[in-house]
């Protein structure tokens, strides 16, 4: 699936990063705060690479025809693991049918599920395998779950796809600070950085305290696998970009680290790779940095307890 561009950037990556693992390593564990299970994906393997990557959790939403009681019952099985979180995303949403309040009554009803999944407010056509969405921020349909959200003190993770969206860009932009004026003690993440270069992002962290952005998506490997969309790369060889460092420097509690695997193919070498490489870039920061980016703003976020010590991941 992946093409030739994705295994010469690793490549050049992992050469620049020089990612033999260090004995400290293993202290830097994983929180993937968004990841979804798709048609096709076998349950029994996403612990046993969560372990192989070094992720200690996962924040767990369905997709496609996959029902949220799967997850749910998924979670249930491994709680200390996978948060099961409350999926939005569908023709239901973007239509507003009466399918979706039903569709949120049935998950917000079970107590297993502790977080409220990425929410389609602007996403770009992706060939065949995804349509183009646009829903208002201020739509009846997005005010739901902003309710459920600000209710249950969760994160609202907004999906906005601001590069992809062109002459857009702006009025989108407008509509997302609003929201988040709107409910000032709600935080607020933007997934796949919202495509924003690290000039944007810093004038909405400086402009908005409740403004937080998740770095799925967002590095040489998944680039280079996704050639025709304008994912933010925060990489620079095998470390974050200056400008991505200073940055993360200046507010280390605003960047959140998470996978997002999509489809059951990306629940593989794909997702082990990039845990190497976020690994070398992240270790390259101040210790009190890394272990916010990769773990301790999602366990704050979401109220996860840390990993504890008896029970450590590879790694590797």
């Excluded at 857009?168 to 407008?174: A, I, N």
């Excluded at 799925?216 to 996704?226: G, L």
Aim: hydrophobic fraction near 45%; glycine fraction near 4%; proline fraction near 7%.
């Amino acid at each position: 699936m992946f093409c030739l561009r994705y295994v010469l950037a690793f490549s050049v990556a992992l050469l620049t990063a020089n990612v033999a693992l260090a004995a400290d390593d293993e202290e830097l564990y994983f929180v993937d705060a968004h990841s979804q299970m798709a048609r096709g994906l076998d349950v029994k393997t996403i612990i046993p690479l969560m372990n192989e990557a070094g992720v200690w959790h996962t924040i767990l939403s369905a997709r496609n025809d996959r029902s949220p009681q799967e997850v749910a019952y998924f979670a249930g099985l491994h709680p200390e693991r996978i948060t099961a979180a409350v999926r939005s995303k569908g023709k239901d949403f973007n239509n507003n049918s009466q399918k979706f309040s039903k569709l949120l009554r049935r998950q917000t009803d079970n107590p297993i599920f502790k977080a409220l999944a990425e929410t389609i407010l602007f996403h770009a056509k992706k060939g065949k395998k995804a349509p183009r969405i646009q829903v208002k921020a201020g739509s009846p349909q997005n005010e739901k779950l902003l309710i459920i959200a600000a209710h249950n003190r969760w994160p609202f993770v907004a999906h906005y796809e601001f590069s992809a969206a062109g002459w857009d860009k702006g009025k989108l932009l407008e509509q997302f600070e609003a929201m988040v004026e709107d409910y000032p003690r709600l935080p607020f993440v933007l997934i796949h950085m919202g495509q924003l270069d690290s000039k944007e992002a810093r004038r909405l962290i400086d402009a908005h305290p409740n403004v937080y952005f998740m770095m799925s998506h967002s590095n040489p490997i998944t680039v280079a696998s996704s050639q025709s969309q304008p994912w933010v790369n925060m990489f620079e060889g095998g470390a974050l970009a200056p400008d991505w460092t200073a940055l993360a420097i200046d507010h280390p509690d605003r960047f959140i680290l998470a996978f997002d695997n999509v489809w059951p193919e990306f629940w593989g070498k794909f997702y082990l790779d990039q845990a190497v490489l976020w690994r070398a870039a992240l270790n390259k920061l101040p210790p009190k940095v890394a272990h916010a980016l990769a773990h301790g703003n999602a366990e704050r976020l979401w109220n996860l307890p840390p990993k504890p010590p008896q029970h450590p991941t590879t790694g590797q």
